[in-house]
């Protein structure tokens, strides 16, 4: 596997696991207001992880390495905080015919160093990530053909077939300077058209950020420091001591403390993430029965696993409760394009799973590892509680392993029984069939990270039609039915939403948007 992938995989995966980002959709804000008013234009915020690069030379498609670029380059269209797209760059855009998407871009928008944003810029950037077969962003555009530029301020994208969610993914483009980097082939600075400059980036310490006067919207804050605490108690002491400003990934154990802190606003916000399990479904020559027939093939297996699941007790007694987790039914969450009202848990229910197990031949059961990552405390926790709830129809032996060695065998295929989550950053379900669900093929760029070898050729059909349906109603339809039989399938076992906790001094006005994401031109002072 290529290094891209794991970085890929941990982007995903580490801000969910640790249940440590923030969302849109606060359900429980506190605020606190002091008199300090004293004019601001600086702030601090906590990050958890470094930034793995800027555009265009990025290691790393994460959440935090996203969002520092996001503040310094401008894509063509960004998310609202229920994730539709709005205009960025492109100030508007249509369909001439079903493969061609018409962009009508900003105009008098400037780069960092000076130079005029046209449409030879956006060109040179989707040239840029498609042309280099190890870009981390090269996913993201694989249904792009050409890119044709009409006028100054007009371009033409071309896709290979119909693509309903092209929008959705130039959101996480960034728009380079084709004429900065035609003059500096060597390392060089990143130069956008964002809202903020690069200062200065000091690994494990901290990103600086400065305001871009050119910018075309006013900007109520001038000088970002992004302070990176990879500890959570020592971003928790910060928080607290007033060190930090803003921080998106306050753990749960901590809210009463942070709540109580009189500086402090605090709230508690949804993901579009759900957490779950998933299996090798390989009949034969699978990594934990070799040599033998995998039991985890059989779907009544699948579904006595899932009936021993209590869900409600692994958000009681690990999550804290309600407030800040609940059980998830499906794929998707509530806010993304293709969720299913009615799709519903499989209730916990031990007597049915055993009686699966017996009509399936395992009335004795049989061992099962389960892979977990040892880097976070609730992981462990709800790892054990599930070996405790499966054990009465299989013997779970746990193996925690360390991050990389963890996502390595995962990404090697190598796994029988693994926990992850998956954060749907387009806010699109197309993505959980086109990475998750269809069957692997590396030709078709399809099945990235299908780590179990899931096959059913009704899914296929129908991740494929949707991946270039336009019309949204008839694309809902299919997607809807296409979860449907997956779940029956039990795919995966969803598992929970994790809710998480932001916090933010109270002289700050901000709430978190869409995608995990820390807009700084969205900050103001109160």
């Known amino acids: 596997m290529k290094k891209i992938d794991i970085f890929k995989i941990l982007s995903i995966i580490l801000p969910i696991i640790f249940i440590c980002s923030s969302f849109t959709g606060c359900i429980n804000k506190v605020e606190n207001v002091n008199a300090d008013t004293q004019v601001r234009d600086s702030i601090i915020i906590g990050i958890g992880e470094n930034v793995y690069g800027f555009f265009p030379s990025l290691e790393s498609y994460d959440v935090t390495t996203m969002m520092i670029n996001k503040n310094i380059f401008n894509s063509l269209v960004e998310f609202d905080q229920i994730f539709r797209t709005k205009p960025k760059l492109a100030t508007s855009w249509n369909n001439p015919n079903n493969l061609t998407w018409r962009f009508y871009l900003r105009e008098n928008v400037k780069f960092h160093n000076g130079y005029n944003f046209t449409a030879e810029d956006v060109k040179y950037t989707i040239d840029l990530i498609k042309e280099n077969e190890t870009h981390v962003l090269r996913d993201l555009l694989l249904s792009v053909k050409e890119v044709k530029i009409i006028n100054k301020y007009t371009v033409d994208i071309i896709t290979e077939k119909p693509c309903p969610i092209l929008l959705n993914k130039l959101v996480d483009i960034p728009i380079a300077s084709k004429k900065y980097s035609d003059e500096n082939k060597t390392e060089k600075s990143p130069v956008g058209t964002g809202p903020y400059k690069l200062i200065e980036y000091v690994p494990d310490e901290y990103v600086k950020l400065e305001s871009f006067k050119y910018y075309w919207e006013d900007l109520k804050v001038k000088n970002v420091t992004f302070k990176i605490i990879k500890d959570n108690e020592e971003m928790k002491n910060a928080t607290v001591a007033g060190e930090v400003e803003i921080v998106t990934h306050i753990l749960p154990r901590y809210y009463d403390e942070i709540k109580n802190t009189s500086a402090l606003q ?29 039991p985890l093939s059989d779907v009544r297996v699948r579904k006595a696993i899932y009936h021993s699941i209590n869900v409600s007790q692994i958000i009681n007694d690990v999550l804290n409760g309600s407030n800040f987790a609940e059980p998830a039914s499906q794929f998707v969450t509530p806010l993304i394009f293709g969720y299913n009202p009615n799709i519903e848990r499989l209730q916990y229910d031990l007597n049915k799973a055993k009686e699966l197990m017996k009509e399936a031949g395992y009335e004795d ?16 926790l709800i790892s054990k509680l599930i070996q405790s709830q499966l054990s009465g129809i299989i013997d779970v032996k746990l193996n925690f392993l360390p991050t990389e060695e963890y996502y390595m065998k995962l990404f090697s295929r190598n796994c029988s029984f693994y926990s992850i ?10 993505e959980i069939f086109d990475y998750m669900l269809r069957t692997v093929d590396q030709k078709a760029g399809v099945g990235t ?62 709430e978190p948007g869409a995608g995990m994401m820390i807009a700084v031109e969205d900050i103001d002072f109160k």
């Not at 709230?267 to 040599?291: A, K, N």
């Not at 059961?365 to 462990?380: M, P, S, V």
């Not at 989550?421 to 197309?430: E, N, P, R, V, Y």
């Open 449 to 510: 990270y299908n780590l179990g070898y899931y096959s059913n050729p009704d899914v296929d059909r129908i991740g494929e039609n949707i991946s270039h349906i336009l019309d949204p109603t008839e694309r809902l339809e299919l997607m809807q039915e296409g979860f449907r039989i997956a779940m029956e399938d039990v795919a995966w076992i969803p598992l929970y939403i994790p809710k998480c906790v932001y916090s933010v001094t109270n002289y700050i006005a901000w």
């Open 421 to 430: 989550g998956w954060l749907a950053a387009t806010g699109d379900g197309g």
């Open 365 to 380: 059961g049989f061992e099962l590892e389960l892979d977990c990552h040892e880097g976070a405390d609730n992981l462990k």
């Open 266 to 294: 605090v709230g508690r916000c949804y993901q579009p993430t759900v957490i779950f399990l998933s299996f090798d479904f390989r009949e034969y020559d699978s990594s934990g029965f070799p040599g033998e027939k995998n």
